[in-house]
Protein backbone atom coordinates (compact mmCIF):
# COMPACT_ATOMS: atom_id res chain seq x y z
CA UNK A 1 0.00 0.00 0.00
CA UNK A 2 1.82 3.34 -0.98
CA UNK A 3 1.33 6.51 0.61
CA UNK A 4 -0.99 8.44 -1.87
CA UNK A 5 -3.31 5.59 -1.05
CA UNK A 6 -3.31 6.13 2.34
CA UNK A 7 -3.58 9.31 2.05
CA UNK A 8 -6.46 9.26 -0.20
CA UNK A 9 -8.34 6.64 2.72
CA UNK A 10 -7.67 9.21 5.17
CA UNK A 11 -8.78 12.19 3.49
CA UNK A 12 -12.42 10.23 2.84
CA UNK A 13 -12.58 8.82 5.99
CA UNK A 14 -12.24 12.47 7.44
CA UNK A 15 -14.74 13.78 4.94
CA UNK A 16 -17.38 11.07 6.02
CA UNK A 17 -17.00 11.74 9.28
CA UNK A 18 -17.16 15.34 8.69
CA UNK A 19 -20.54 14.94 6.93
CA UNK A 20 -21.77 12.90 9.69
CA UNK A 21 -20.99 15.42 12.38
CA UNK A 22 -22.69 18.15 10.09
CA UNK A 23 -25.81 15.96 9.32
CA UNK A 24 -26.28 14.33 12.66
CA UNK A 25 -27.56 17.40 14.52
CA UNK A 26 -30.55 17.52 11.36
CA UNK A 27 -31.16 14.08 11.69
CA UNK A 28 -31.78 14.30 15.70
CA UNK A 29 -34.17 17.10 15.06
CA UNK A 30 -36.47 15.12 12.43
CA UNK A 31 -36.20 12.04 15.01
CA UNK A 32 -37.25 13.97 17.83
CA UNK A 33 -40.39 15.50 15.41
CA UNK A 34 -41.35 12.59 14.70
CA UNK A 35 -41.31 11.21 18.54
CA UNK A 36 -43.30 14.19 19.33
CA UNK A 37 -46.03 13.85 16.71
CA UNK A 38 -46.19 9.83 17.15
CA UNK A 39 -46.96 10.52 21.08
CA UNK A 40 -49.63 13.68 19.99
CA UNK A 41 -51.21 11.20 17.07
CA UNK A 42 -51.19 8.57 19.63
CA UNK A 43 -52.58 10.60 22.28
CA UNK A 44 -55.43 11.89 20.24
CA UNK A 45 -56.58 8.85 18.83
CA UNK A 46 -56.44 7.66 22.31
CA UNK A 47 -59.33 10.10 23.44
CA UNK A 48 -60.78 9.63 20.46
CA UNK A 49 -61.75 6.48 20.45
CA UNK A 50 -62.64 6.62 24.68
CA UNK A 51 -65.03 9.50 23.39
CA UNK A 52 -66.23 7.32 20.99
CA UNK A 53 -67.20 4.26 23.50
CA UNK A 54 -68.72 6.85 25.97
CA UNK A 55 -65.33 6.01 28.37
CA UNK A 56 -64.38 9.41 28.67
CA UNK A 57 -66.95 10.91 31.27
CA UNK A 58 -66.51 14.29 33.52
CA UNK A 59 -64.37 13.04 36.52
CA UNK A 60 -63.00 10.50 34.94
CA UNK A 61 -59.01 10.41 34.89
CA UNK A 62 -58.41 11.22 31.62
CA UNK A 63 -54.71 10.64 31.05
CA UNK A 64 -55.13 6.81 29.28
CA UNK A 65 -56.70 5.44 26.90
CA UNK A 66 -59.90 3.01 27.04
CA UNK A 67 -57.34 -0.38 27.88
CA UNK A 68 -55.11 1.90 30.33
CA UNK A 69 -58.16 3.08 32.08
CA UNK A 70 -59.06 -0.34 32.55
CA UNK A 71 -55.83 -1.17 33.62
CA UNK A 72 -55.20 1.50 35.89
CA UNK A 73 -58.61 0.35 37.79
CA UNK A 74 -57.66 -2.98 38.22
CA UNK A 75 -54.45 -1.38 39.68
CA UNK A 76 -56.28 1.22 41.67
CA UNK A 77 -58.48 -1.42 43.31
CA UNK A 78 -55.92 -3.96 44.19
CA UNK A 79 -53.67 -1.40 45.62
CA UNK A 80 -55.60 1.70 46.31
CA UNK A 81 -53.76 4.81 46.93
CA UNK A 82 -50.56 3.31 46.68
CA UNK A 83 -51.35 2.33 43.42
CA UNK A 84 -52.39 5.99 42.54
CA UNK A 85 -49.23 7.61 43.30
CA UNK A 86 -47.11 5.15 41.62
CA UNK A 87 -49.12 5.62 38.53
CA UNK A 88 -48.30 9.61 39.09
CA UNK A 89 -44.68 8.98 39.44
CA UNK A 90 -44.50 7.23 35.68
CA UNK A 91 -46.55 9.73 34.08
CA UNK A 92 -44.17 12.37 35.55
CA UNK A 93 -41.07 10.41 34.39
CA UNK A 94 -43.04 10.43 30.81
CA UNK A 95 -43.80 6.33 30.87
CA UNK A 96 -47.39 6.11 29.60
CA UNK A 97 -47.37 2.96 29.00
CA UNK A 98 -50.31 1.25 31.67
CA UNK A 99 -48.49 -1.28 32.78
CA UNK A 100 -45.78 1.00 34.48
CA UNK A 101 -47.37 1.39 37.76
CA UNK A 102 -47.85 -2.71 38.00
CA UNK A 103 -44.68 -3.13 37.23
CA UNK A 104 -42.93 -0.25 39.49
CA UNK A 105 -44.86 -1.70 42.60
CA UNK A 106 -43.55 -5.09 41.77
CA UNK A 107 -39.96 -4.11 41.71
CA UNK A 108 -40.67 -2.49 45.45
CA UNK A 109 -41.31 -5.79 46.55
CA UNK A 110 -39.38 -8.33 44.45
CA UNK A 111 -36.21 -6.45 44.84
CA UNK A 112 -35.59 -6.25 48.73
CA UNK A 113 -36.15 -10.24 48.52
CA UNK A 114 -33.40 -10.21 45.86
CA UNK A 115 -31.06 -8.51 47.94
CA UNK A 116 -31.71 -10.01 51.19
CA UNK A 117 -31.32 -13.24 49.17
CA UNK A 118 -27.62 -12.32 47.81
CA UNK A 119 -27.07 -10.76 51.46
CA UNK A 120 -27.77 -14.09 53.00
CA UNK A 121 -25.56 -16.13 50.31
CA UNK A 122 -22.33 -13.71 51.07
CA UNK A 123 -23.24 -14.30 55.03
CA UNK A 124 -23.09 -17.88 54.91
CA UNK A 125 -20.06 -17.87 52.15
CA UNK A 126 -18.15 -15.82 54.91
CA UNK A 127 -14.97 -17.61 56.40
CA UNK A 128 -15.62 -15.75 60.02
CA UNK A 129 -18.83 -16.14 61.52
CA UNK A 130 -21.53 -13.14 61.63
CA UNK A 131 -23.50 -13.02 65.12
CA UNK A 132 -27.13 -12.73 64.79
CA UNK A 133 -27.34 -9.50 65.69
CA UNK A 134 -25.06 -8.23 62.49
CA UNK A 135 -26.65 -10.35 60.56
CA UNK A 136 -30.42 -9.49 61.42
CA UNK A 137 -28.65 -4.96 60.39
CA UNK A 138 -27.46 -6.43 57.33
CA UNK A 139 -30.70 -8.12 56.19
CA UNK A 140 -32.96 -4.79 57.47
CA UNK A 141 -30.77 -2.77 55.73
CA UNK A 142 -30.69 -4.88 52.04
CA UNK A 143 -34.64 -4.91 52.41
CA UNK A 144 -34.30 -1.17 52.78
CA UNK A 145 -32.17 -0.68 50.17
CA UNK A 146 -34.27 -2.52 47.79
CA UNK A 147 -37.50 -0.90 48.86
CA UNK A 148 -36.12 2.82 48.49
CA UNK A 149 -33.69 1.89 45.19
CA UNK A 150 -36.54 2.25 42.41
CA UNK A 151 -37.90 5.03 44.21
CA UNK A 152 -34.69 6.91 44.33
CA UNK A 153 -34.39 6.17 40.36
CA UNK A 154 -37.67 7.13 39.43
CA UNK A 155 -37.54 10.38 41.58
CA UNK A 156 -34.14 11.06 40.27
CA UNK A 157 -35.36 11.00 36.80
CA UNK A 158 -38.54 12.87 37.50
CA UNK A 159 -36.17 15.73 38.99
CA UNK A 160 -34.19 16.14 35.91
CA UNK A 161 -36.99 15.58 33.63
CA UNK A 162 -38.76 18.59 35.88
CA UNK A 163 -35.36 20.73 35.46
CA UNK A 164 -35.35 20.50 31.67
CA UNK A 165 -38.87 21.64 31.62
CA UNK A 166 -38.80 24.66 33.96
CA UNK A 167 -35.38 25.44 31.93
CA UNK A 168 -37.36 25.47 28.72
CA UNK A 169 -40.81 26.81 29.86
CA UNK A 170 -40.16 30.49 30.15
CA UNK A 171 -39.33 30.84 26.28
CA UNK A 172 -42.68 28.51 25.11
CA UNK A 173 -44.59 30.68 27.76
CA UNK A 174 -43.69 34.20 25.75
CA UNK A 175 -45.06 32.56 22.51
CA UNK A 176 -47.90 31.48 24.58
CA UNK A 177 -47.86 34.90 24.75
CA UNK A 178 -47.62 36.61 21.55
CA UNK A 179 -50.53 34.09 19.78
CA UNK A 180 -53.04 35.08 22.83
CA UNK A 181 -52.65 38.45 22.18
CA UNK A 182 -52.52 38.06 18.51
CA UNK A 183 -55.99 36.64 18.68
CA UNK A 184 -55.24 32.77 18.38
CA UNK A 185 -57.22 30.46 20.62
CA UNK A 186 -55.48 28.52 23.90
CA UNK A 187 -55.57 24.96 21.99
CA UNK A 188 -54.65 26.40 18.64
CA UNK A 189 -51.71 28.25 21.20
CA UNK A 190 -50.56 25.14 22.65
CA UNK A 191 -50.28 23.24 19.72
CA UNK A 192 -48.41 25.96 17.61
CA UNK A 193 -46.10 26.55 20.46
CA UNK A 194 -45.27 22.41 21.10
CA UNK A 195 -44.43 22.44 17.52
CA UNK A 196 -41.93 25.12 17.68
CA UNK A 197 -40.50 24.22 20.80
CA UNK A 198 -40.31 20.22 19.50
CA UNK A 199 -36.28 20.88 18.51
CA UNK A 200 -34.90 22.38 21.57
CA UNK A 201 -37.02 20.70 24.26
CA UNK A 202 -38.89 17.37 23.21
CA UNK A 203 -40.14 16.40 26.61
CA UNK A 204 -42.24 19.78 26.95
CA UNK A 205 -43.35 19.72 23.01
CA UNK A 206 -44.43 16.38 24.13
CA UNK A 207 -46.48 17.35 27.44
CA UNK A 208 -47.66 20.92 25.32
CA UNK A 209 -49.05 18.70 22.86
CA UNK A 210 -50.61 15.96 24.93
CA UNK A 211 -52.29 19.15 26.38
CA UNK A 212 -53.33 20.51 23.24
CA UNK A 213 -55.26 17.37 21.75
CA UNK A 214 -56.79 16.77 25.26
CA UNK A 215 -57.82 20.67 25.21
CA UNK A 216 -59.23 20.13 21.79
CA UNK A 217 -61.04 16.47 22.27
CA UNK A 218 -62.02 17.48 26.13
CA UNK A 219 -65.25 19.26 26.99
CA UNK A 220 -63.48 20.43 30.08
CA UNK A 221 -60.44 22.10 29.65
CA UNK A 222 -60.07 22.50 33.62
CA UNK A 223 -59.55 18.63 33.34
CA UNK A 224 -57.05 19.07 30.81
CA UNK A 225 -55.13 21.03 32.53
CA UNK A 226 -55.41 19.52 36.07
CA UNK A 227 -54.20 16.64 33.53
CA UNK A 228 -51.43 18.84 32.52
CA UNK A 229 -50.25 19.35 36.09
CA UNK A 230 -50.15 15.68 38.12
CA UNK A 231 -48.23 14.84 34.66
CA UNK A 232 -45.41 17.29 34.93
CA UNK A 233 -45.75 17.34 39.22
CA UNK A 234 -44.21 20.43 40.20
CA UNK A 235 -42.00 23.62 38.99
CA UNK A 236 -43.14 26.14 36.11
CA UNK A 237 -45.63 23.92 34.53
CA UNK A 238 -48.00 23.19 37.40
CA UNK A 239 -47.53 26.89 37.89
CA UNK A 240 -49.06 27.55 34.34
CA UNK A 241 -51.77 24.92 34.64
CA UNK A 242 -52.64 26.53 37.74
CA UNK A 243 -52.80 30.09 36.84
CA UNK A 244 -55.05 29.00 33.90
CA UNK A 245 -57.57 27.60 35.69
CA UNK A 246 -57.97 30.25 38.28
CA UNK A 247 -58.30 33.10 35.40
CA UNK A 248 -60.65 30.87 33.81
CA UNK A 249 -62.44 30.18 37.28
CA UNK A 250 -62.35 34.02 38.01
CA UNK A 251 -63.01 35.46 34.28
CA UNK A 252 -59.26 36.93 34.19
CA UNK A 253 -57.25 37.74 31.51
CA UNK A 254 -55.42 34.71 30.13
CA UNK A 255 -52.80 36.57 28.56
CA UNK A 256 -52.32 39.14 31.85
CA UNK A 257 -51.69 35.82 33.85
CA UNK A 258 -49.35 34.68 31.12
CA UNK A 259 -47.43 37.79 31.61
CA UNK A 260 -47.26 38.03 34.76
CA UNK A 261 -46.42 34.30 35.02
CA UNK A 262 -43.75 34.88 32.35
CA UNK A 263 -41.80 37.58 34.63
CA UNK A 264 -41.70 35.39 37.45
CA UNK A 265 -40.19 31.93 35.81
CA UNK A 266 -37.78 34.48 33.73
CA UNK A 267 -37.15 35.84 37.50
CA UNK A 268 -36.99 32.25 39.41
CA UNK A 269 -34.41 30.95 36.18
CA UNK A 270 -32.14 34.28 36.85
CA UNK A 271 -31.93 33.46 40.68
CA UNK A 272 -31.32 29.77 40.21
CA UNK A 273 -28.49 30.65 37.90
CA UNK A 274 -27.26 33.22 40.47
CA UNK A 275 -27.69 30.60 42.94
CA UNK A 276 -25.49 27.77 41.18
CA UNK A 277 -22.88 30.22 40.46
CA UNK A 278 -22.29 31.27 44.34
CA UNK A 279 -22.29 27.58 45.04
CA UNK A 280 -19.37 27.06 42.41
CA UNK A 281 -16.50 28.37 44.64
CA UNK A 282 -17.05 25.91 47.45
CA UNK A 283 -17.69 23.11 45.07
CA UNK A 284 -14.20 24.46 43.44
CA UNK A 285 -11.95 24.20 46.81
CA UNK A 286 -11.34 20.81 46.99
CA UNK A 287 -10.17 19.94 43.29
CA UNK A 288 -8.34 23.08 43.52
CA UNK A 289 -6.88 21.83 46.97
CA UNK A 290 -6.13 18.09 45.65
CA UNK A 291 -4.93 18.80 42.13
CA UNK A 292 -4.23 22.26 41.15
CA UNK A 293 -2.44 23.35 44.46
CA UNK A 294 0.32 20.11 44.50
CA UNK A 295 1.23 20.63 40.81
CA UNK A 296 1.84 24.62 41.99
CA UNK A 297 4.07 23.90 44.70
CA UNK A 298 6.38 21.06 42.52
CA UNK A 299 6.74 23.73 40.03
CA UNK A 300 7.97 26.39 42.07
CA UNK A 301 9.85 24.15 45.05
CA UNK A 302 10.92 21.62 42.16
CA UNK A 303 14.08 23.59 40.77
CA UNK A 304 15.15 24.57 44.19
CA UNK A 305 14.71 21.12 45.75
CA UNK A 306 16.88 20.06 42.32
CA UNK A 307 19.40 22.49 43.31
CA UNK A 308 19.76 21.76 46.57
CA UNK A 309 20.06 17.95 45.78
CA UNK A 310 23.25 18.82 43.33
CA UNK A 311 24.80 21.20 46.20
CA UNK A 312 24.50 18.25 48.74
CA UNK A 313 25.84 15.84 46.38
CA UNK A 314 28.49 18.43 44.91
CA UNK A 315 29.75 18.76 48.74
Do not use: W
Not at 52 to 76: C, E, H, V
Not at 153 to 160: D, P, R, S
Not at 205 to 233: H, K, P, T, Y
Amino acid sequence: MNQELIITIVSALVAAGSFAAFALPFLNKSEKKERFRSVVEKRRKALFQATKDGINQPGKDSLSAKDSMASFYKLQHLAGRMGEKARDKMLQVGNRDPKAPFKFMIAQLTLPIVLCLLAMFFISAAEKEVSNGVTMMILISAGLAGYKLPDLLVKNMIQKRQQEINLAFPDALDMMLICVQGGIGLEQTVDRVAHEVSEHSPVLAEELGILSAEMAMLNDRRQALQDFARRIGSGAGKSFATSLIQAEQYGTSVSQAMRVMSDELRDMRMALAEQKAASLPPKLTVPMILFFLPALFIIILGPAGIQAANVGVGG
